[in-house]
């Protein structure tokens, strides 16, 4: 069973259970998605690149990066499923897509 | 094998081939999976939420929808290689955490 | 005098006093800018369409409202000066090309 | 006059004689700034921070930035217009109580 049909299903159980399917439409998803980037954009808004790369050796920056990070892909998998979309598979395809988009460089 | 590690390996193959590790600092993957959340949110800004729910049933809606999610789902996974973060894992703490946030209704 | 300038003119001093001119790139600046409309983005997610057009008749969430409101202008505003971009004078430029781009239904 | 509420009153003509009201919801208008500004942050996500300093000696990319905060400038002061909000005293009262919470470093 993968990681992402694992969430999918889990988040879906969450929602049920306290009868929220009612705001889960793919347009207030796709807004809660969006504000939880905009959280995770502010962790990172002053930092000089150098200091972002080091962001996870700060212990509490690190659990407000892996706590929004988590908020992120929890929405993301929401919507998705909303859509009936399989995230893994739309990812893979991409992937093929800009294979040949972004061509490697030839040694 | 789980998708999100999977994807993870691949973007990072993909990154490494083209040498474009210099451009994937935090900070900036964070602003590029910020600009894909855009493009996702104009998808559905002018919808009703009935619109929203019927969008995939519109081919070409539907396509620029998944290459979105996909846009999306990458660049969180890359995101999350940089900083050394299990997303399956800090996703599934959430949702931990937020069974207790949020208890299920007594009946 | 307009009260774009004004604020402008307010917004660097207010930097310049706390000596934040290093962090005020326009990348930062436009990463702030985006941090604030996801919080503003947030305010709105589960809201109907009618709810959110009554949004001001709660008064705490009128003044939420106002508030991510403020700061967003005020960082367009820093962004705008950074880049020495006359924001009103682009902005009736775009308004104009808009005319040419949907003209008006002909009765 | 103001150029912000020149602004304001030249969108809402703008919006009216094309009789797009109904789509103009605050809900709307928020994920609208929220896709433009995401459009915007695509112009520096790649960019060092000098990069991002210099980004208007570039004509291509200067036109493009230019064009992307005239977008948001105009869908900030639209929302601001659908809720009745005076955009510049609420710029000016949030510097106000900024001037406060940031106290100047004493000499």
């Known amino acids: 069973m993968s990681d992402l049909s694992d969430l ?3 988040t879906a159980e969450f ?3 306290r009868a929220w399917q009612p705001w ?3 347009k207030n998803l796709a ?3 969006s504000g939880e980037v905009g ?3 502010t962790l990172f808004q002053w930092l000089t690149p150098e200091e972002s790369t080091a962001v996870m050796a700060d212990e509490k920056l690190a659990d407000e990066v892996r706590d929004e990070l988590a908020d992120v892909l929890l929405y993301l998998v929401q919507l998705a499923r909303v859509l009936d979309v399989d995230l ?3 990812a893979r395809a991409k992937l093929a897509r800009n294979e040949h988009r972004f061509p ?3 040694n």
């Open 8 to 10: 999918s299903a889990a």
């Open 15 to 17: 929602a049920a259970v």
């Open 24 to 26: 889960h439409t793919p």
């Open 31 to 33: 807004m809660a998605l």
């Open 39 to 41: 959280e995770l954009t």
């Open 88 to 90: 893994a598979e739309v």
């Open 104 to 106: 490697p460089p030839q």
